[in-house]
C-alpha cells in the first residue's frame, strides 16, 4: 500500500509518473500498443484508429469544456475545417503530410478564436447556441464553396510519408496513435503550468480569477483556440483515415457525441477524456457484435439494430445518474480499492 512518496530532487516532484506503479502501467502499455497492430485483424486496427481520432478529439474538448468551464458545441465544425484544409492542401498543393496536419490544426485554431469571441460576454447555455450557431455556418461553407467541392465534398489521395504510402489501418495505425499520444502528453503537461491553472481557475470562479490578475478574454480565447487545434488536427487525421470529406461528415450530432464523451469519461481529467471517447466508440460496435452472436443470424441483427441504440441511450443516461463523476472516477475507486487490497475485507 503506497501511503505517501517521497521526493529527493525537483525532477522526480515535476514528474507526470512519478510512481513505480504508474511507471510499470505505462511500460506495459506501451508494448501493448506496440504490439497490438501485429495480433489485431484489420477490423480491429480500423476501430484502433478510430478511437483515436476519437480520444484526440475529445481530449481538446476536454481543455475547453471540462478545465475551463466553457460549454462548447462546435467540435464537429472545428474537425471539419481541419478535415477540410488537409483535404485542399493534399489535393491542391501536394504539401508533406504532417505539415498538412499542422495546417489544419491551425486553420481551425483560427476559427476557434473567432468563434470563442462571445465568451467573454456570455457563457454556459448562451455559449453553446453561439458555437452551435458557428456549426452551421461553417456546414454552409462547406456546402457551397466551389473551393470545397460543394456538396460532393473532396476526395483525397493515400498521405504518404517518407515514400511509405499509407493506405491501410495498419500503416496509418503508427501514425494516428503517436500523434493521439503526443496530443495528450500536451495535453497533461499543459495543466502543470500557468496557462493550464488559469484555466482551472476560470472554470471555478472567474470573478475571482480575474481579481487575482488573469486576462479573462486571452485566457479564453487562448482555450477556444487550443481546443481547436486538436479538433482541427483530429479532423485532420479523420480525413486521411477515411479519405473523403464532405459537408455532412461533420454533422451537429458529431459535437454531441464528443460532449457526452467527456462527461461519460469525467470533465476535468485527461483520462476521463480518453475512457469517454473509448466508451462511446466501442461499445455501439460491442453491442452490435453482441446481437450478431445471437442465434437468428443478420435478420435478427437487423431487427434489434434500433434496440442496440436504446441500449446504448440507457448506458450513457445511467452513467449520468448513478456516476456523475463519469467513468474516470470509477477508475479512481478501483485504484484505492487495490492500494488496500488484501489488508481490507
Known amino acids: 500500500m503506497r501511503i505517501g512518496t517521497l521526493k529527493e530532487t525537483y525532477i522526480a516532484d515535476a514528474a507526470l509518473f512519478d510512481s513505480r506503479t504508474q511507471q510499470t502501467w505505462l511500460v506495459l502499455g506501451a508494448a501493448l500498443l506496440l504490439l497490438f497492430p501485429f495480433m489485431a485483424s484489420d477490423y480491429w486496427l480500423y476501430l484502433a484508429c478510430l478511437v483515436s481520432i476519437n480520444v484526440a478529439s475529445a481530449t481538446g474538448l476536454n481543455i475547453l469544456t471540462g478545465y475551463t468551464g466553457l460549454v462548447s458545441l462546435g467540435q464537429a465544425a472545428f474537425m471539419g475545417l481541419g478535415a477540410y484544409t488537409v483535404a485542399i492542401l493534399e489535393i491542391r498543393v501536394g504539401s508533406p503530410f504532417l505539415l498538412n496536419l499542422l495546417a489544419g490544426g491551425f486553420v481551425a485554431m483560427a476559427g476557434g478564436l473567432v468563434v470563442g469571441i462571445p465568451s467573454l460576454r456570455v457563457k454556459g447555455l448562451y455559449l453553446a447556441i453561439a458555437t452551435i450557431a458557428a456549426s452551421f455556418i461553417a456546414h454552409f461553407l462547406f456546402a457551397n464553396t466551389a473551393f470545397t467541392g460543394r456538396t460532393a465534398g473532396l476526395t483525397l489521395p493515400p498521405a504518404s510519408l517518407f515514400g511509405v504510402v499509407l493506405d491501410t489501418s495498419f500503416r496509418l495505425y503508427w501514425i494516428i496513435v503517436p500523434v493521439t499520444l503526443l496530443m495528450l502528453l500536451g495535453a497533461a503537461n499543459l495543466f ?4 493550464g491553472r488559469a484555466f482551472i481557475a476560470i472554470r471555478d470562479r472567474d470573478i475571482s480569477a480575474e481579481v487575482l490578475g488573469i486576462a479573462l478574454l486571452r485566457y479564453k480565447l487562448l482555450s477556444f483556440g487550443l481546443s481547436s487545434f486538436y479538433a482541427g488536427v483530429a479532423g485532420g487525421l479523420w480525413a486521411y483515415f477515411f479519405r473523403v470529406v464532405t459537408p455532412e461528415s461533420f454533422p451537429l450530432s458529431m459535437s454531441i457525441f464528443f460532449l457526452a464523451a467527456i462527461i461519460v469519461g469525467g470533465m476535468g481529467s485527461i483520462l476521463g477524456g480518453i475512457l469517454g471517447a473509448i466508451f462511446m466508440t466501442m461499445v455501439p460496435e460491442l453491442l452490435k457484435l453482441a446481437v450478431g452472436l445471437l442465434p437468428g443470424g443478420s435478420e435478427l441483427t437487423v431487427f434489434l439494430s434500433p434496440v442496440r441504440t436504446v441500449v446504448f441511450g440507457l448506458l450513457i443516461i445511467g452513467f449520468l445518474v448513478f ?22 475485507n
Open 192 to 195: 502543470r503550468t500557468r496557462v
Open 323 to 344: 456516476e456523475p463523476h463519469g467513468l474516470a472516477e470509477v477508475w479512481r475507486r478501483i485504484r484505492r480499492f487495490f492500494h488496500l487490497w488484501p489488508f481490507r
